[in-house]
């Protein structure tokens, strides 16, 4: 199946026929700039072609009044000075003859992509469309918007297929307050809005955009407003709100769909936002959001009205619907501190209707919990920082996909899975014995017969991910040659010139006692015995009880760590007694291959393989991980584990955060100077208030 892509040439038609500055960005260029991008690149081939059709007046009616449908309707035979008189009732929107003819295109773009969906014809997909929709209210047009395609759409998914859970993710610059209406008493669609603010005196100028109107009647809570409040916000900041606001209020809410309010005007360069995310970020946006509702993601064009901006933002968009891993996301991951205020008022005015945001408090302290052992926490150098490039527009080229997208190296009777055709499986090739040899002389673990094939297999699938032939894989190595195996994946990347290895650890495993800790390796394990903050670099924690707690260590630490750090490379090291099932370890993989670009490598224990590969490989080929099962709320420990492991953490990994300094978080560690560090250097210990 193909990600669907629904558009037609006759919404280019609709034009401003007069002077009018502020109306003046919505026109045609927008639709015509964006398909010659996607048919350079080579993506619109690659999509599922589909020819929008009009949206009857019923499925208009799902929304809006017949009086406003009749109005609207009645443009068509309207000469200019009418469609001018018209316009200027209603605030930024200007009629045309051919604006009805559009406007349901629109509409019917947006509801062929959820029955495309819906019905499984694609799995996900983009609906190109113009007039945008999400300012449209009932019985009124508003901000270009005439008719409100997204809200439509969930009219239509709830009505026609049933749906109960509707998750509708509004990126676009401005407040969909459209949308915000006409579900503010709904609880079966969560609406949540990023958009410039600015304490509200920017456009459209609500004091109901702000971060305390969260619903109406049952509706409450599911209103999720962000309000940006200065300009110059980037993809840190666009990344901290997903990581601590969005995705644990969509986990818990587990939603059948994700329909995205797609507007480009919060990209770089666009003169509306003056936003400084770059189009990449949309790619890493869309991946987190394929995570939920088994990948079932329907993206709507709203704004975006600087054309090579809007172009390749939208690329990237398609490219992370069709499975492509995205680029690195470039630049400092440290969200501004205005930001983090807006984060945390968020935080603040949803909680008391999430249990995902709930802060719950341990009984008290203890050494097992936040260790304070009298060491300072080093802060080792290494890692990517420096602030954010500038994008050259037209000269932005995203990274080639490898021509292998996934290799498996099997041994024994897993070899014998069936697998995607798209996937290669490896079967006698492998690097040379000699090579092989000389890696395996270190541990007598590895110089056993089996465990010298199995090495050599995965040395081979190791060197096409480094050398970019192979974007990620997975390999099956005997138990008793795991940590071994491990210690020479880590050696072998690093001779191999890289310079950023991710390690997680997924059960107990120790560090390889002569490997430095210098920066160039971030090692996480998950199930270890205790939780130990030993540098920066090397933390480990026990496994969370329940599904709550594994996502709020997911989110709150496992991803902000991994954008952070910026891996080349992730090791996935995954053992019978690591404690998780095989939905947890899918979901961790999911969301890790975002950030490195695809590039992971799953060890795995070949007793055990059989079951976890046939649920690993297409996760890490692209496809949605499945459900965890049903949500469960975090552990008073777990959630005071974790505030304490990102107080320690977050002087060095500043997307760690989730409120701005002056803020604090309630109930979090204080910092307690411990000792005298060395000469130049700031450390600083933590212990539980």
Not at 142 to 158: M, T
Not at 637 to 648: N, S, V
Request: hydrophobic share 40%; glycine share 8%; with cysteine.
């Amino acid at each position: 199946m193909a990600t669907a892509l629904v558009y037609h040439e006759d919404m280019t038609a609709a034009r401003l026929l007069w002077d009018d500055p502020e109306c003046e960005l919505e026109r045609p260029e927008r639709l015509a700039a964006v398909l010659s991008l996607l048919r350079l690149r080579g993506l619109e081939q690659r999509c599922l072609r589909l020819s929008a059709c009009e949206a009857s007046e019923a499925e208009l009616g799902l929304v809006h009044s017949p009086e406003y449908v009749a109005l609207v309707r009645e443009t068509q035979t309207l000469d200019e000075d009418e469609l001018r008189a018209l316009s200027e009732q209603y605030d930024a929107v200007y009629f045309h003859p051919s604006t009805f003819h559009c406007a349901r295109l629109a509409v019917g773009a947006a509801l062929q992509l959820v029955d495309a969906v819906l019905t499984g014809a694609a799995p996900n997909g983009l609906a190109l469309v113009r007039p945008p929709g999400h300012h449209s209210h009932r019985a009124a047009a508003n901000g270009f918007c005439v008719f409100n395609n997204v809200a439509i759409a969930a009219k239509h998914a709830k009505q026609k297929h049933g749906l109960h859970r509707i998750l509708i993710v509004d990126w676009d610059v401005h407040h969909g307050q459209g949308i915000q209406y006409i579900f503010e008493d709904d609880p079966s669609v969560l609406y949540f809005s990023w958009h410039r603010y600015e304490y509200g005196r920017f456009w459209p100028f609500l004091r109901e955009s702000d971060a305390d109107a969260v619903g109406q009647g049952q509706g409450r809570g599911f209103t999720v407003n962000l309000p940006w409040n200065q300009v110059g916000m980037g993809n840190a900041d666009y990344l901290a709100a997903f990581l601590h606001v969005l995705l644990p209020l969509a986990f818990e809410f587990n939603p059948e769909l994700v329909l995205v309010s797609a507007g480009f005007d919060s990209a770089i360069g666009d003169p509306e936002g003056q936003m400084q995310a770059t189009p990449e970020c949309f790619a890493h946006l869309t991946q987190l959001l394929q995570v939920l509702a088994g990948g079932r993601v329907c993206a709507v064009l709203e704004g975006g009205y600087h054309l090579d901006s809007l172009s390749e933002s939208v690329c990237m968009t398609v490219q992370a619907l069709l499975g492509d891993p995205g680029p690195v996301l470039q630049g400092s991951m440290e969200p501004c501190q205005s930001a983090l205020e807006s984060i945390q008022s968020v935080r603040a005015a949803q909680a008391p209707h999430w249990t995902s945001l709930q802060q719950g408090r341990a009984p008290g302290p203890s050494p097992s919990i936040c260790p304070t052992e009298g060491r300072p926490l080093p802060l080792l150098p290494g890692g990517p920082t420096g602030e954010a490039a500038a994008l050259g527009l037209l000269g932005f080229h995203p990274t080639p996909a490898s021509p292998v997208h996934m290799a498996v190296a099997l041994t024994g009777p897993s070899a014998t899975l069936a697998l995607s055709p798209e996937v290669l499986l490896q079967e006698e090739v492998s690097v040379g014995r000699q090579e092989t040899e000389a890696w395996a002389r270190q541990h007598e673990s590895l110089t056993q017969d089996k465990a010298l094939s199995a090495l050599g297999k995965f040395l081979f699938l190791a060197d096409g991910i480094l050398n970019g032939k192979v974007t990620c894989g997975i390999a099956a190595i005997p138990a008793c040659a795991k940590a071994a195996t491990l210690d020479v994946a880590i050696r072998q990347s690093l001779s191999r010139g890289a310079q950023r290895l991710l390690c997680l650890v997924l059960g107990e495993l120790d560090w390889p006692l002569d490997i430095a800790d210098d920066g160039r390796i971030l090692w996480l394990n998950i199930g270890g015995k205790e939780t130990a903050v030993r540098s920066a670099f090397h933390i480990s924690t026990p496994l969370p009880g329940t599904t709550g707690g594994f996502l709020n260590y997911t989110l709150g630490l496992v991803l902000p760590l991994a954008y952070s750090f910026q891996p080349e490379l992730v090791l996935v090291t995954v053992g019978p007694a690591q404690g998780l099932q095989d939905p947890h370890v899918a979901l961790l993989a999911a969301m890790l291959r975002i950030p490195a670009a695809g590039r992971v490598l799953a060890l795995l224990e070949e007793e055990s393989a059989s079951q976890l590969v046939t649920t690993l490989a297409p996760v890490l080929h692209g496809e949605a991980p499945p459900s965890l099962g049903p949500f469960l709320m975090a552990s008073p420990e777990d959630i005071q584990t974790l505030k304490c492991l990102r107080a320690q953490l977050e002087p060095r990994w500043k997307l760690l955060q989730v409120a701005s300094e002056a803020q604090g978080e309630a109930g979090s560690c204080h910092r307690v100077p411990l000792g005298k560090p060395p000469s130049g250097t700031n450390y600083t210990d933590q212990a539980c208030s």
